[in-house]
């Protein structure tokens, strides 16, 4: 079950949100209409979704900003329709989407998938680059070897793999081990 982390003056909004967002596997709601409130409870329960309203006195845009490396969970920003000025700044927000109020369920929908999409791809971004360094430490570790006990490249690597499947451990791992990364 997934939560969702609401924060927004107008109690409506809360209510409708609450009412629509099970349909589509959201079941946890974390509510509330105050910027420190919205900044504890991201920060005490992780929640996998942000609904901040982007005007003050909730300040949606800065919050998400201040939150972007404490919570992983997507942000959608939601709007007052003259809220324009802020769209400008909303784009360098880390913002998976906007809703402008009030909002059709279509809307929500909408912004809920762009939102998990995004996710996604950020969870797709960061695998690979994990993937990536740990191949260029393994390629490191392999000169190294290579270097200190005279073997081939292919002599090398069945020697690093040999010791990590003995160690019962990765080849990532060893890898930084021998690199001097890890004791």
Do not use: N
Not at 17 to 40: E, T
């Amino acid at each position: 079950m997934k939560t969702a982390l609401i924060c927004d003056r107008d109690s409506s909004v809360l209510e409708a949100l609450q009412r629509v967002m099970p349909q589509w596997g959201i079941g946890r709601f974390l509510l509330c209409d105050r910027r420190d409130d919205a900044r504890q409870l991201a920060l005490d329960h992780t929640p996998d979704l942000l609904l901040l309203e982007a005007a003050l006195p909730v300040a949606g845009l800065e919050l998400a900003r201040e939150l972007t490396d404490a919570v992983t969970a997507a942000v959608i920003l939601l709007m007052e329709p003259e809220g324009s000025q802020l769209v400008k700044k909303a784009v360098e927000a880390p913002a998976a989407a906007f809703l402008t109020k009030p909002f059709s369920e279509a809307a929500l929908y909408y912004a809920l998938i762009t939102a998990q999409r995004l996710a996604g791809l950020s969870d797709e971004l960061a695998r690979a680059r994990t993937g990536l360094a740990q191949r260029k430490d393994i390629e490191r570790a392999k000169g190294l070897v290579m270097t200190r006990e005279g073997l081939s490249e292919e002599q090398a690597y069945r020697r690093m793999r040999s010791q990590a499947m003995s160690r019962r451990i990765s080849l990532a791992r060893l890898a930084r081990e021998l690199l001097g990364q890890l004791p």
